[in-house]
């Protein structure tokens, strides 16, 4: 124990004093905007690693992994990525395409054991690997976490896809971004491979590629201590697992990022072996359709004239983005241990730095109106079916009122009273609204929750997700999805 500690001692020291230093000062109002922002924004630290054309140019860490033990961040300190750990399991996945053991093409459930996604209106045959890693299988919105200050303990990924895996579209129908795909995923990998996950990652990703700093889950035995997750008060976060850890279980510091997004480049830091080859590269960066700009865990886009390939990462306690500029051999990676926007608006202005001639910043879209609410004739009326859920069936009716200056949407759960449905509206075929009603299950009453309502309007039947969905807290709640299907019983008479 007393070596280990030196060790760690000895790491924080050559971090804090040894730090790459930005070229020719090229970042230095990066690094006094950085440390002006922490402060305002009670942010308790930002990494930041930065390559180009196969070298790293810039790292630098600022603030604190662990504000209680007086733990400062350093360029070596593992962060928890949240869904950055996408298309590091996507590279996972895609050895054992290569050696031949899994096909894209195939359905998921050729690789599954007693738990196999569901599909209920739909042949679940389609709902292939490819599909399930691009997010257009039709799988839902699901995210699941489990703190260890409480009583509640994860269940076999079996158990899990029994409840939850349900094609809610049918397969390549739309994008519908789903961490329970990536939970699948990571479930492909250890079925397949023989080993865990966790084990699979580190032997055939991590190592090979000299991430050092990198794992599943926190590993004590990388010698540096974890950045602490805080909330919005800035208080420590209990830790949290997930039922979908190939979504949103890695950690990682920004210097072993910084090289994994080299590879994704097809540069080979310190000649380090290629674990994919570079077909399989540029195969997980291709759309698949009907996904617009993401392919297999990698998101694809452009802004202005530069071309990016990206994932980014948010969570409780977590902020995360990972850029790669393919035509400029650029990789910037920005990591945080609190929610906040400071990680992507950091990014931004580094690679502003790097391309000031061909750099267009954008504001993100306006949120707000989602526009009068316009169905089809043949939407009102009448609906009645079911929510079904792990526990059973709970009956369900919808009434669609003819909208006047308002939407007139009622809903009614079971026996609970009729209730009007709440930021309504109707897009592409979906009705959306949300109520507050109780779906039974002992997943859903961990925390106070409302009823999210997606249906698909098909001529007589409506069909879709009834997804339970946390009020705000002081912790980040679930997101869970369930099958609803209802066929319409005559037309409305009020």
């Known amino acids: 124990m007393y070596r280990r500690n030196f060790i760690i001692a000895l790491l924080m020291i050559s971090a804090l004093f040894f730090q790459t230093a930005p070229v020719s000062g090229q970042f230095d109002s990066i690094s006094d905007k950085i440390a002006k922002e922490l402060k305002e924004q009670n942010v308790p630290s930002i990494s930041v690693a930065v390559a180009r054309d196969g070298k790293i140019i810039w790292e630098e860490a600022f603030g604190w992994a662990d504000i209680e033990k007086r733990i400062p ?83 076999p990924m079996d158990e899990t896809i029994r409840r939850y895996g349900n094609l809610v579209t049918a397969p390549g129908e739309r994008y519908q971004y789903s961490n329970l795909g990536y939970g699948i995923i990571d479930h492909v990998i250890s079925r397949v491979s023989g080993r865990s996950y966790k084990d699979f990652m580190k032997e055939r990703v991590f190592e090979p590629l000299g991430m050092t700093r990198t794992s599943v889950d926190p590993d004590p035995d990388l010698g540096e ?20 850890p190939g979504a949103s279980a890695v950690y990682s510091s920004a210097h072993d990022l910084v090289r994994f997004g080299m590879f ?20 997980m960066k ?19 004239s530069v071309r990016r390939i990206a994932h980014s990462g ?14 400029h051999d650029i990789v910037v990676t920005v990591l945080s241990n609190k929610s906040s926007r400071l990680p992507s608006t950091i990014a931004e202005d580094i690679i502003e730095a790097l391309l000031p001639d061909e750099y267009v910043r954008t504001e993100p879209p306006e949120r707000g109106n989602r526009g ?22 709970i009956p369900i009716k919808i009434r669609v009122a003819k909208p006047e200056k308002t939407s007139r949407v009622y809903v009614q759960l079971g026996d609970e ?28 009453q961990k925390y106070p929750n409302k009823l999210n309502v997606e249906l698909k309007f098909r001529g007589d039947v409506l069909n879709g997700s009834v997804t339970a969905v946390p009020l705000p807290g002081k912790r980040v709640g679930n997101a869970l999805s369930h099958w609803a299907e209802l066929v319409k019983t005559d037309k409305d008479r009020r």
């Open 225 to 244: 201590e974890d950045a602490v997750r805080y909330n919005s008060a800035g208080e420590s976060i209990p830790f949290y697992d997930f039922d979908h």
């Open 314 to 327: 948010g969570m409780g306690g977590v902020s995360t983005t990972l850029i790669l500029l393919p035509d």
């Open 417 to 444: 009273k009729e209730l009007r449905l709440i930021s309504v509206s109707y897009r592409n075929g979906f009705l959306r609204g949300s109520f507050r009603g109780d779906l039974g299950t002992e997943d859903v």
């Open 73 to 155: 961040a350093t360029v070596h300190t593992p962060y928890s990525l949240a869904s950055i750990s996408k298309p590091i399991t996507a590279t996972g996945l895609m050895i054992l395409v290569e050696e031949n053991l899994i096909d894209l093409d195939k359905p998921v459930n050729g690789y599954l054991g007693e738990g196999k996604v569901n599909g209920r209106a739909w042949e679940p045959d389609l709902a292939t690997i490819r599909r399930v890693m691009s997010h257009t299988a039709g799988l839902p919105l699901h995210y699941h976490f489990f703190y260890a200050d409480e009583q509640y303990t994860k269940p």
């Open 264 to 283: 994704h480049l097809k540069d080979r830091p310190e000649g380090r072996e290629a674990i994919i080859s570079d077909e399989a590269i540029d195969e």
């Open 286 to 304: 291709t759309p698949v359709p009907p996904a617009e700009g993401y392919g297999l865990g990698w998101s694809e886009y452009t802004r202005g």
């Open 372 to 393: 009068k609410f316009n169905p089809e004739e043949g939407l009102m009326g009448n609906w009645e079916g079911s929510i079904d859920t792990y526990n059973g069936e």
